[in-house]
């Protein structure tokens, strides 16, 4: 009989070239980990890091709820907070206090701030960014250090507006929109008629645009136009006090107008129709060749910051400033300038006005300054959403990959030139680079060079790239510099693709390297493709035969290819790389900040496919979606924090598609160290009678742990305890417990330093 083409070509090949003692694989670097997995042609690995505790804040800062406001000292765990992303309520699924927090002020071009600590994480863009649609994930101290403007004043950081936010809905007393016209232009009187005045021209239209949105027991007039006034009224019967009564607007005045509170916090069709209402009153729209100015003019300043909070809840940005009028007694009016991802107007006249010239630039607002202000109390949350962002004050908008490349790009290129004679491989990585730009990466792999080579020497890539302690001495940049051979040498391997990315691009990408990279045959139910040919190499029709199997006729095409053999069913394909030994990998680097489940799930099944049809291998770096303080992750596992492959399935498609999924968790950020300070029976935190740890001098901890939660191709629920050097991307992995002097050992080098 004979063997099968698949067979052959595959598993017989393999088994051959490793009785040679040919290389069929590149080591992880890691020791012992390396006995559960390595590197390896069609294998999709997911590496998953718990959501880091990056979001501290004082206590006395404001949480953005679906009721509306509360201090961050009153959101426990199981409290719900609004997503910025999708306007809905989340889960707070851990909280993290913190003392003796170092407490910065944030403030923003629109006269917004907030206050966080040194380490809180912000999804920002810079200039590019906002251009690309990309962004990334910096800490404050980040951006202190590299500056909040350039030399011209302008600003190099920019956050993202929240999406509309949904509000629980309440029945509204009075219409929306009636309620925006008469804040804007009603007389509101207890004593006297209530009217709604409006410009003659228009006041038909109006009064019959309101006729159907008055309560019932309400009646509503509109008096005679007289002469060459301007101006006529629409008189409402008395029945329409007890509803302004309610919503505490009865006599109030224009310079005292407000929007009640119930009116703010209720669902996004309600505020739209509110904010429509103001803005058909005293809202304005000039547009100009390449922008437009939407402004609204108010005496009230209550009314001013409520209108301001009102655009911020809907997406918009909104600014005020005020000027002097002698026509009032007060002399001050507030006018409100805004932006909003929607037409604020209703009335066709200003509608078409803000339509006939869209917005060109993206909603956003700038980082002005970052100043220190005091030691204070805080607490971090940990909410269940895939980008892991809540709202503060304003609306403002706050948020594992040295792993990755560690495993697979630093070592492989390390192994590869070690061992050049023996190793005939092609090594390929494409990098979508979600979280850092290139620039960036480029240091910490060069960081991680120069450990390689000198363990005693650790130069940050922060220090590298002058970001700490200014630019280099001459030693050091001389040290750099002497890596440019090797570092255009391992570039020559990685495709870099710096922004956001989609399922096409991901698609189109996979098929280029897989047609640069080899033959591709592949069918449909009428014929054979090959490579890029559009048309037909071979039909079934013509060139086929038909193979009787157990579940019925199946129409195939002998085919030869290089010596190779081979039938080509309908719906089939075949893959021949031109290099026998090939590692092409496909890496992503922070696909949770798509934000997206659908768009994820989708470059999952475009990954999936590439390892099935060309043997590629995908490498996904994601942070885990539940986390922390699940309910249901809480009564299956009580207070262990540690990764579980729950944990991974609750994110998307992904954790289904992977063959390897590795869990990477640091226990001394979430405490789950023991009252010893032992985790895993590491000592992570130095206790009396336990001074030995993995915490430096400096207080960093340098303990990770990997858990492989799935393993297709062997054995998984293994845990190792690494030592991480952040600094240049280095693990190594930790003696075993039972090899107790050379922990200790390891132990003293932590405690000594680099």
Not at 48 to 61: C, H, M, R
Not at 122 to 136: E, P
Request: proline share 4%; with cysteine; glycine share 6%.
């Amino acid at each position: 009989m004979a063997i099968n083409s698949r067979y052959q070509d595959g598993f017989l090949a393999h088994l051959d070239a490793s009785q040679r003692g040919e290389i069929t694989f590149i080591p992880n670097g890691l020791e012992r980990v390396g006995d559960v997995y390595n590197l390896l042609p069609s294998r999709y690995t997911l590496i998953s890091g718990a959501t880091g505790a990056g979001k501290l804040q004082p206590l006395t800062e404001p949480v953005l709820t679906s009721t509306g406001w509360k201090l961050m000292g009153e959101i426990v765990k199981g409290s719900y907070v609004l997503c910025p992303v999708t306007g809905k309520s989340i889960e707070v699924l851990k909280t993290f206090p913190q003392d003796n927090l170092d407490i910065y002020k944030i403030s923003f071009d629109d006269g917004t701030f907030t206050e966080c600590c040194n380490d809180h994480l912000w999804k920002i863009q810079t200039k590019k960014d906002v251009s690309k649609s990309a962004s990334r994930v910096v800490d404050v101290n980040y951006m202190l250090k590299n500056g909040i403007v350039n030399k011209h004043n302008h600003s190099k950081y920019w956050i993202p507006l929240t999406n509309a936010v949904e509000f629980k809905h309440s029945t509204p007393i009075l219409n929306p929109y009636l309620l925006g016209l008469l804040l804007g232009d009603g007389y509101l009187s207890s004593k006297y008629a209530v009217t709604l005045t409006s410009h003659s021209d228009i006041a038909e239209e109006v009064f019959n645009t309101i006729l159907p949105l008055i309560p019932e027991d309400v009646t509503i007039k509109l008096d005679r136009q007289y002469g060459n006034v301007k101006a006529r009224k629409i008189t409402f019967s008395a029945s329409i006090r007890k509803y302004l009564k309610v919503l505490g607007l009865l006599d109030k005045k224009s310079r005292v107008k407000f929007i009640p509170k119930r009116c703010l916090f209720t669902s996004i069709d309600n505020r739209v129709a509110l904010l429509q209402g103001l803005m058909d009153t005293d809202g304005t729209c000039q547009a100009f060749k390449s922008k437009k100015k939407v402004r609204y003019s108010t005496m009230s300043v209550l009314l001013k910051d409520d209108i301001i909070e009102l655009i911020r809840s809907l997406g918009g940005k909104a600014s005020a400033n005020s000027e002097t009028r002698e026509k009032y007694k007060d002399g001050e009016c507030w006018t409100i300038s805004l932006r909003i991802p929607f037409n604020p107007f209703y009335r066709s006249e200003k509608k078409d006005k803000f339509d006939s010239n869209p917005y060109r630039e993206h909603f956003t607002k700038a980082i002005r300054s970052i100043e220190f202000l005091r030691k204070d109390t805080g607490q971090c949350i940990l909410v269940d959403s895939l980008d892991h962002l809540y709202m503060t004050r304003d609306y403002t908008v706050t948020h594992n990959t040295s792993f990755a490349d560690y495993s697979y790009i630093l070592y492989p290129w390390s192994f590869i030139q070690d061992n050049k004679e023996e190793v005939d491989i092609y090594w390929e990585v494409n990098y979508f680079s979600l979280e850092r730009k290139q620039m960036f990466k480029h240091a910490k792999w060069v960081s991680w060079l120069i450990y390689r080579d000198n363990p005693d020497i650790l130069l940050s890539a922060d220090q590298i790239m002058g970001f700490k302690n200014g630019p280099l001495n001459s030693k050091g940049y001389n040290l750099v510099r002497s890596y440019d051979d090797e570092m255009t040498g391992l570039l020559d391997h990685i495709n870099m693709h710096d922004g956001k990315v989609s399922s096409k691009v991901v698609s189109r990408i996979i098929r280029q390297r897989a047609l640069a990279l080899g033959d591709y045959f592949y069918s449909d139910d009428i014929g054979i493709f090959v490579n890029n040919n559009p048309v037909y190499s071979y039909t079934f029709d013509e060139d086929g035969e038909v193979e009787d199997t157990k579940t019925g006729p199946r129409k195939y095409v002998n085919l030869t290819f290089k010596d190779s053999k081979f039938k080509l069913y309908q719906d089939d394909h075949r893959y021949f790389p031109h290099h026998i030994r090939s590692f092409v990998f496909f890496m992503i680097d922070g696909i949770n900040l798509l934000g997206d489940k659908d768009v994820i799930d989708d470059i999952s099944m475009e990954l999936a496919n590439a390892r099935d049809r060309f043997g590629f291998s995908p490498v996904i770096v994601t942070q885990q979606n539940r986390a922390m303080g699940d309910i249901s992750r809480m009564k299956l596992h009580g207070n262990d924090l540690s990764p579980q492959l729950e944990d991974i399935f609750k994110s998307s498609q992904m954790g289904f598609d992977a063959d390897i999924i590795i869990g990477l968790f640091d226990p001394y950020r979430y405490k789950a160290f023991d009252k010893e300070g032992l985790y895993g029976g590491y000592c992570i935190k130095p206790m009396e009678g336990h001074e030995p740890s993995t915490r430096t001098p400096g207080g960093l901890n340098r303990f990770r742990s990997a858990h492989i939660l799935k393993n297709t191709f062997g054995a998984d629920g293994g845990v190792f305890g690494l030592k991480f050097l952040g600094e240049c991307n280095h693990f190594e992995t930790l003696p075993k417990l039972d090899e107790e002097d050379k922990l200790l050992k390891e132990y003293a080098k932590i405690r000594t330093g680099v």
